[in-house]
């Protein structure tokens, strides 16, 4: 194993993979952390998956360090901490406290953050993330029902998240190249700033950060600081080139999408799908009881599963979503949700569903959990950050797309099963 990785939600590990996989890397994506002594998967790159992002901070940090030296174990090279493209947290956290507890044990005293991709539209310029052309507090982010960000610099952000001090490598010198980077980050690290927000607006951008970043112990960021990690790699002898390292075999079974995230990505993408798919939204606001609303979706699907992709969905605008949350409170909204699609997931694997996409981070790790996966090997990408998997655990192999809700074009649920066919 050449990298190790710990990802703060399901979605984001995939994103993750995805980039390694792209870079020529055999990746392999675990769910939750593995037993102490457990063998390691034969891969290139681990990276494992926590549902950390929204957890209590105490219990994100303790989760996030177990992963930690079980990839030690395991004889990970290099480490990084990954969490979304968006940044998303609060004041309290958990990005800088599970940075800090990383950085800790690890000894490294410094660590780059860089969110950065902008192949979807994030970029971070003078330190200020932007998504989609706009800054991130004025892009939906805002309202985010579990991490709504209202300040788009990252400076400011990060530093009321922890106690150690945040730098800026600004455009400038990102646009120098790898060496004035490094050097930058040498100068902070001397300062004593205990992290170093990099701005990038283009791939290239991000391919210099991660040359710069060879050296370093511990990376934090998106997914896109991997673009250039292979290559470090391989020039130092360890990575072979790849023929094909996101092969998958195609199962056999029917199809389906859930879809929890209510980002503005995935309400179009459904908007979409409602005129090429048969699709059924639950009311957890008209009925917030998780098992009476799978049972209503299961019934709902009933014959049409194998026909085409059924589409089940709780996402919901904003202000559905604030109506839910004042009813119910935040956290039980949230369950509620996380817990009536789980349930709808293996009543369809019960059905003969095996190729499944789902869409939303929180809800893709309920999903997985309720399936028993433990193991995801990575495939070809669907679109940007996002590719098919072939999971394995305690129930029948499936195949799953496991999408961040900002994540896709907007045909990307018929694009996903027309990937599949022969």
């Known amino acids: 194993m050449l990298l190790g990785a710990i990802a703060d939600d399901f979605t984001g590990a995939t994103d993750l993979c995805s980039m390694l996989v792209r870079g020529g890397m055999r990746t392999v994506q675990l769910i939750g952390v593995p037993k102490a002594g457990s063998p390691a998967p034969d891969a290139d790159a681990v990276v494992v998956a926590l549902k950390s992002r929204t957890a209590p901070v105490r219990q994100a940090v303790d989760e996030s360090l177990a992963a930690l030296h079980w990839l030690?174990?395991?004889?990970?090279?290099?480490?990084?901490?990954?969490?979304?493209?968006?940044?998303?947290?609060?004041?309290?956290?958990?990005?800088?406290?599970?940075?800090?507890?990383?950085?800790?044990?690890?000894?490294?005293?410094?660590a780059l953050a860089c969110p950065a991709f902008p192949t979807n539209n994030r970029t971070v310029y003078l330190g200020y993330l932007f998504a989609g052309g706009v800054l991130l507090?004025?892009?939906g982010m805002e309202n985010h029902p579990l991490t709504p960000m209202k300040d788009a610099n990252l400076v400011r952000v990060l530093s009321r998240q922890t106690d150690g001090t945040v730098g800026l490598v600004p455009f400038a010198t990102v646009d120098q190249g790898a060496g004035p980077v490094r050097d930058a980050m040498t100068r902070l690290k001397e300062q004593g700033r205990r992290y170093a927000i990099v701005d990038a607006v283009t791939n290239?951008?991000?391919?210099?950060?991660?040359?710069?970043?060879?050296?370093?112990?511990?990376?934090?960021?998106?997914?896109?600081?991997?673009?250039?990690?292979?290559?470090?790699?391989?020039?130092?002898?360890?990575?072979?080139?790849?023929?094909?390292p996101g092969a998958l075999p195609v199962l056999d079974g029917a199809t389906a999408v859930l879809a929890g995230s209510c980002s503005r990505a995935t309400l179009a993408q459904l908007g979409f799908a409602?005129?090429?798919?048969?699709?059924?939204?639950?009311?957890?606001?008209?009925?917030?009881?998780?098992?009476?609303?799978?049972?209503?979706?299961?019934a709902w699907a009933g014959g049409k599963v194998g026909e085409k992709p059924v589409v089940i969905a709780a996402s919901a605008p904003p202000d559905k979503v604030a109506a839910l949350?004042?009813?119910?409170?935040?956290?039980?909204?949230?369950?509620?949700?996380?817990?009536?699609?789980?349930?709808?997931?293996?009543?369809?694997?019960?059905?003969?569903?095996?190729?499944?996409?789902?869409?939303?981070?929180?809800?893709?790790g309920a999903v997985a959990k309720q399936l028993g996966v433990t193991?995801?090997?990575?495939?070809?990408?669907?679109?940007p950050g996002v590719p098919w998997t072939l999971a394995s655990g305690s129930g029948p192999d499936m195949m799953l797309a496991l999408k961040s809700g900002n994540f896709g074009g907007t045909d990307f649920f018929l694009k996903a099963f027309r990937m599949l066919r022969p």
């Open 72 to 110: 030690q174990a395991a004889g990970a090279r290099q480490f990084f901490f990954k969490y979304c493209s968006t940044f998303d947290s609060t004041d309290e956290g958990n990005i800088g406290p599970v940075a800090d507890a990383l950085v800790q044990a690890l000894g490294c005293g410094f």
């Open 274 to 298: 409602r005129d090429h798919l048969p699709v059924h939204e639950m009311d957890p606001l008209a009925t917030p009881d998780a098992a009476a609303l799978a049972e209503t979706a299961l």
């Open 375 to 383: 193991s995801l090997r990575i495939g070809d990408e669907i679109d």
């Open 204 to 244: 290239a951008h991000l391919v210099s950060i991660g040359a710069a970043a060879a050296h370093h112990t511990l990376i934090t960021g998106g997914s896109g600081i991997a673009m250039g990690l292979p290559a470090n790699f391989r020039a130092a002898g360890l990575l072979p080139e790849a023929t094909d």
């Open 325 to 364: 949350q004042a009813r119910l409170g935040r956290d039980h909204a949230g369950a509620l949700i996380e817990d009536a699609v789980a349930r709808v997931a293996a009543g369809l694997a019960e059905r003969g569903v095996r190729k499944m996409v789902v869409a939303g981070g929180e809800t893709s």
């Open 137 to 139: 507090n004025e892009s």
